[in-house]
């Protein structure tokens, strides 16, 4: 039998969780984006006293999945005013869902996913949402299979590069 854990992030997993962080978005960006404004974005993103912030926010929450016990990816989660764009408390955000290379296409990202639902029917929230950027094809396919659709764009920075996120949105039933 596959043993497929997943279990909640405490503050004590910081050091962790930014190892795997800092991993997942190099592998997954470092081909499209230029070497300046990758160090730039990670640097900032996942800043120790960033990242120790939002594992303070009760409105957020991580979590980490485990295949035969080695840490295979990570969620986080925002509701209320943890949502990275102005939603209703009726939204749950996927902000992060990052599989580790060698263990993505045997159904984590799924099991990531239902856990986001799981908690989304939890919480009584009605729409799941999530920013993806255009240029992710691989993410946006994995969205759609499992039935998010386009409701919007907005534009960020990448280093000193504009760039374009689609925003995506499941209604729950
Ligand atoms: C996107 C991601 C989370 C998907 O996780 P995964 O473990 O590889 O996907 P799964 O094996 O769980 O696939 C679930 C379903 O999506 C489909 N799917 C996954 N990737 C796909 C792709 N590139 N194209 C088409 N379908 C895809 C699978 O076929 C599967 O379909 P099924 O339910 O009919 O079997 C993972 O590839 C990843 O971490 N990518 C890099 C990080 C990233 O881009 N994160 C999102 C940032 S917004």
């Given at each position: 039998m596959t043993s497929i854990i997943i279990r909640k992030c405490s503050m004590e997993d910081l050091p962790?969780?930014?190892?795997?962080?800092?991993?997942?978005?190099?592998?997954?960006f470092k081909d499209q984006n230029s070497p300046e404004n990758m160090k730039a974005y990670l640097e900032k993103a996942y800043d120790?006293?960033?990242?120790?912030m939002e594992l303070s926010n009760t409105s957020s929450q991580f979590f980490?999945?485990?295949?035969?016990?080695?840490?295979?990816?990570?969620?986080?989660?925002?509701?209320?005013d943890a949502q990275s764009e102005e939603m209703d408390d009726?939204?749950?955000?996927i902000e992060r869902i990052?599989?580790?290379?060698?263990f993505q296409k045997q159904g984590l990202g799924k099991f990531l996913m239902n856990k986001?639902?799981?908690?989304?029917?939890?919480?009584?929230?009605?729409?799941?949402?999530?920013g993806v950027w255009e240029k992710n094809q691989n993410a946006i396919a994995f969205y759609s299979k499992n039935g998010f659709?386009?409701?919007?764009?907005?534009?960020?920075?990448?280093?000193?590069?504009?760039?374009?996120?689609?925003?995506l949105a499941k209604t729950l039933e």
């Open positions: 962790i969780l930014q190892e795997v962080s800092i991993e997942t978005f190099s592998d997954t120790t006293k960033k990242l120790d980490f999945i485990y295949l035969k016990e080695e840490l295979a990816g990570y969620l986080k989660v925002n509701t209320d009726e939204s749950l955000e990052y599989v580790r290379s060698k986001a639902i799981e908690i989304a029917a939890e919480l009584n929230k009605k729409v799941i949402w999530l659709v386009k409701t919007g764009s907005h534009s960020f920075y990448m280093g000193d590069e504009e760039q374009v996120d689609y925003i």
